[in-house]
Nanobody, 127 residues
Framework: QVQLVESGGGLVQAGGSLRLSCAAS????????????MGWFRQAPGKERECVAA????????YYAASVKGRFTISRDNAKKTVYLQMNSLVPEDTAIYYC????????????????WGQGTQVTVSS
């Protein structure tokens, strides 16, 4: 009934860029997608999952982790039921599996809760 599918991951050299996409589908989102906050999380081997960016349902509020601020940009297209993460000036420390998630509450999403999660896409940054 609910599906979040990430794409756009891959291998990139340090200093390069990637654009991740997360497309939502399913009955739950058919009429209510625009009411969900959406976020991008990442988890590197041996590390806890962290929220790197989140965006409110309207796009008026955004959150960025300190480590990515100024380099990553989150955006959403409610008509396409898709959220994006533009990642520039990538560094090896950005290597992780990146997940998208949605929650009806923006603040809850930022701290790591999520009503629904994608399967993740691998991002590897080589030095």
């Amino acid at each position: 009934q609910v599906q979040l599918v990430e794409s756009g991951g891959g291998l990139v050299q340090a200093g390069g860029s990637l654009r991740l996409s997360c497309a939502a589908s399913g009955r739950t989102f058919r009429r209510t997608f625009s009411s969900y906050a959406m976020g991008w999380f990442r988890q590197a081997p041996g590390k806890e999952r962290e929220c790197v960016a989140a965006i409110s349902w309207s796009g008026s509020s955004t959150y960025y982790a300190a480590s990515v601020k100024g380099r990553f940009t989150i955006s959403r297209d409610n008509a396409k039921k898709t959220v994006y993460l533009q990642m520039n000036s990538l560094v090896p420390e950005d290597t992780a599996i990146y997940y998208c998630a949605v929650d009806t509450n923006f603040d809850s999403l930022v701290v790591g809760t999520g009503d629904y999660w994608g399967q993740g896409t691998q991002v590897t940054v080589s030095s």
